[in-house]
């Protein structure tokens, strides 16, 4: 059963728009929801990171937004730009106890921003 | 400050062999996790060890095994190798808190560029 799901799968975004990507979890235990950046050919990046006693965490152009009581999270890319093609996946997790450190990833979502 | 490190970068083994990837993680973590990422899929956790041994393992065979080793660097082997073992092998590591049982996050989990494996 896929824990953590992802949509769309691929976006395209003109430069300047605003990209909006989305995860809905199913355990309500998780309690650590990072976004992974990655580039064709290199391991994922920590873009951004919340936990849920927060409902929004901005980090310069990058803002997740987190609904505890749907079970959904979501980034926000503003002023997208063509740097910022890339794949991105959200993931969630434990922040801590015996089950601290494995990520469980959404599919992806392929990121097109045209110049 | 050198990041997580992996060697090989890409790796081509033909079935039924055995093969073995390093991770050497980021200055000052104790903790390594492995992934394995299909093409055009989220990685999926292997497992993770913390004190030079396995604390969790993901939905892997037997096949999958591992170490850790005293500076905190981490093999991942893989054993009769599968045409679906091709993959992107990834490392991430952290560093945690607190004690057994118990950890806690004291870092993010940082990735390293990941081990291409092509099984023909």
């Known amino acids: 059963q896929q824990q953590v799901k992802q949509s769309p799968q691929s976006l395209i975004v003109q430069k300047g728009g605003i990209s909006i990507i989305n995860c809905a979890y199913e355990?309500?235990?998780?309690?650590?929801f990072p976004w992974y950046q990655q580039f064709p050919g290199k391991g994922p990046a920590l873009l951004i990171a919340i936990r849920p006693d927060v409902s929004e965490k901005k980090e310069g152009r990058f803002t997740i937004s987190f609904n505890k009581s749907a079970k959904q999270f979501s980034l926000h890319i503003m002023d997208s730009q063509p740097g910022d093609s890339a794949t991105y996946f959200c993931a969630a997790g434990f922040d801590r106890g015996s089950t601290l450190g494995r990520l469980y990833f959404g599919r992806g979502t392929q990121l097109t921003v045209w110049p | 400050d050198a990041g997580v490190t992996q060697s090989p970068t890409h790796l081509i083994k033909t079935r039924g062999q055995q093969v073995t990837l390093r991770c050497s993680p980021k200055?000052?973590?104790?903790?390594v996790s492995w992934y394995q990422q299909a093409l055009g899929q989220g990685p999926q956790f292997i497992f993770q060890y913390y004190e030079e041994e396995e604390r969790q393992r993901g939905n892997f065979p037997d096949r999958f095994s591992g170490h850790q080793f005293p500076n905190y660097s981490s093999e991942l082997n893989v054993n009769a190798l599968l045409l679906g073992d091709s993959a992107l092998y990834l490392c991430?590591?952290?560093?945690?808190?607190?004690?057994?049982?118990?950890?806690?996050?004291?870092?993010?989990?940082?990735f390293g560029q990941g081990t291409r494996l092509t099984v023909v």
């Open positions: 991430a590591s952290s560093l945690a808190g607190g004690s057994l049982p118990i950890l806690y996050w004291n870092t993010e989990a940082f």
């Open positions: 200055s000052g973590h104790d903790t």
């Open positions: 355990n309500t235990a998780f309690d650590y």
